[in-house]
């Protein structure tokens, strides 16, 4: 049984820090890439970040970029989000996803696993 179980998300002030961590199960983590994905209330669910397998290579959304890395443990079948200098537009419900290549992607459509959610707020 394929599960992303994501955990880490919550209550945090602007320009604080959270990490949000994925385990993986279920299916080989190994040549895949990985991915966080959010989406506030009354929006799109928008790319994050993504790390190609086995971590070498990440990208990252626009309104991202500087503040949130993705680093992934391999051994432990774990992709992180590491988010600091948060933004009160940062709050939403960050989802984890996984595809079966080892190249990066950005779009939901190329991605076949995905977890139920965490919920992060950033208070102003």
């Known amino acids: 049984q394929v599960q992303l179980v994501e955990s880490g998300g919550g209550l945090v002030q602007a320009g604080g820090s959270l990490r949000l961590s994925c385990a993986a199960s279920?299916?080989?983590?190994?040549?895949?890439?990985m991915a966080w994905f959010r989406q506030a209330p009354g929006k799109e669910r928008e790319f994050v970040a993504a790390?190609?397998?086995?971590?070498?290579?990440?990208y990252y959304g626009d309104s991202v970029k500087g503040r949130f890395t993705i680093p992934r443990d391999n051994a432990k079948n774990t992709v992180y989000l590491q988010m600091n200098s948060l933004k009160p537009e940062d709050t939403a419900v960050y989802y984890c996803?996984?595809?079966?290549?080892?190249?990066?992607?950005?779009?939901?459509?190329?991605?076949?696993?995905w977890g139920q959610g965490t919920q992060v707020t950033v208070s102003s």
């Open positions: 996803a996984a595809r079966p290549r080892i190249e990066i992607a950005t779009t939901r459509a190329e991605y076949l696993y």
């Open positions: 279920g299916f080989t983590f190994s040549n895949c890439a």
């Open positions: 790390v190609a397998w086995p971590g070498s290579r990440a």
